[in-house]
């Protein structure tokens, strides 16, 4: 197994905050402008594993807006998130990518059966791999939220999917789950970085299976949900009773903006509710609720409110603000999962990486939420990776 060799990171949603942030992140590691903060994989064990460098990682994508990566940087570097000598040094690099970056898919500008929309997208990867000569590519969703998708029956079977799909005007599947059949369909690994439906429908998981592909999710953990991971097992391992955990988010940005309407929102509010309910048990009261600050731009508050009861009923409350600039605490786990979900297409294994809960609100293929426990299923991963690595390296 040879990681290192050239590799596709092809992003839907390839223009939005946490793309561009990504995009121009790479280019900068890449020209020793910046230091890998964040980079997860820049660690050890991880290092051990020969995973593709920056200059092998390869950027295309699809997305649905049409204003150029280097514009997005440009309003990215005047709400602080990007400092103007990394965006003046990666420009021109960043208008590379963007000529790698195609037309997602829009239900409202689509006529005609889906599987030709799935086709068109599939085709655009393959032409992508192709002609930058990858050995593979992964997949990652970082487009706008969706909320929850009604089930149908064709969700449950890929021959019944299949069907649907070329029935003129039905849209069977919503846009994220549409890009996850069209990575499949083009030999791709899978991430999804949000909660939208993505690639979890048992058709698409019986697709990935059936093809040796790896796919990995759901909506990244970045701030308020992963201190929530850190500090909620250390109520239940001192047996004090949690009574109540409240929570505020504030945010501006494309996110905020998507996330103001209550329909989009769904997804994100139950992907963040899942954890705390496996947690702590579901009879914790824990409100959680999101505005939209336009104000805020790239930044975003998260208070919560912690209630919880010592010895002999004694009441007490932890209260704690996060505010983090969204996209950077986003950009190098886009960039750890490439590398490590591409690491495990390599190796040959197919399905969900339920190791790579460590990244995620709403763990694929693990019901694993305390921080501590992902943190050893993920080193464990890699140390198996590792040695297996090193057994086929063996003469
Ligand atoms: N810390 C974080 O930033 C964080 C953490 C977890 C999850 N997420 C998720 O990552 C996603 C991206 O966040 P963002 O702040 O970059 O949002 P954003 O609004 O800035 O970007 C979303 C991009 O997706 C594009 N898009 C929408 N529909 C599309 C489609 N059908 N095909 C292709 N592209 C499409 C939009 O045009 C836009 O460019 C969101 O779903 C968010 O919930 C972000």
């Known amino acids: 197994m040879v990681s290192n060799e050239p590799t596709g990171l092809w992003l839907v949603g390839a223009r939005g905050s946490v793309a561009t942030t990504a995009v121009t992140g790479l280019l900068a590691l890449r020209a020793g402008l910046i230091e890998p903060t964040g980079c997860v994989t820049e660690r050890a064990p991880f290092t051990e594993l020969g995973l593709v460098s920056w200059e092998n990682l390869v950027?295309?994508?699809?997305?649905?807006?049409g204003t150029p990566l280097d514009k997005r940087a440009e309003g990215l570097a005047d709400s602080g998130l990007i400092p103007h000598r990394v965006l003046t040094a990666t420009a021109a690099g960043l208008r590379g990518v963007?000529?790698?970056?195609?037309?997602?898919y829009h239900p409202a500008t689509h006529a005609g059966a889906q599987a030709a929309a799935a086709e068109r997208l599939a085709a655009d990867i393959t032409e992508f791999r192709d002609r930058h000569g990858l050995a593979r590519v992964v997949v990652v969703n970082v487009s706008s939220t969706e909320p929850p998708v009604p089930h149908v029956p064709e969700h449950d079977s890929l021959d019944a999917l299949r069907i649907a799909l070329s029935e003129p005007g039905r849209?069977?599947?919503p846009p994220s789950s549409l890009a996850a059949y069209a990575a499949l369909l083009a030999g791709c690994s899978?991430?999804?970085f949000t909660p939208s439906p993505g690639i979890r429908l048992p058709a698409l998981h019986e697709l990935a299976v059936s093809s040796g592909l790896p796919y990995g999710g759901a909506d990244?953990?970045?701030g308020e949900t992963l201190l929530r991971t850190v500090l909620a097992p250390m109520f239940t391992a001192r047996a004090l009773r949690v009574r109540s955990w409240a929570g505020t988010n504030l945010l501006g940005g494309g996110d905020g903006a998507n996330l103001a309407d209550p329909v989009a929102a769904r997804g994100k509010l139950e992907s963040k509710a899942r954890g705390l309910a496996s947690l702590l048990g579901g009879e914790v009261t824990a409100p959680l609720h999101i505005d939209n600050v336009p104000d805020l731009g790239e930044q975003k508050t998260a208070w919560d409110h912690v209630s919880f009861e010592g010895f002999l009923g004694a009441r007490m409350s932890l209260q704690l603000t996060w505010t983090g600039l969204d996209s950077a605490l986003a950009a190098p786990l886009v960039l750890d999962l490439a590398r490590l979900t591409s690491a495990a297409h390599a190796a040959g294994l197919s399905g969900p990486l339920g190791a790579l809960a460590f990244f995620f609100k709403d763990p694929i293929g693990s019901d694993e939420h305390r921080f501590a426990e992902q943190t050893t299923m993920l080193t464990e991963w890699a140390a198996t990776l590792a040695s297996d690595r090193a057994r086929e390296d063996t003469p």
């Open 59 to 65: 950027v295309g994508g699809h997305d649905i807006a």
């Open 98 to 104: 963007d000529a790698s970056v195609k037309d997602g």
């Open 171 to 173: 849209a069977v599947l």
């Open 190 to 192: 899978y991430v999804d």
């Open 220 to 222: 990244g953990k970045t």
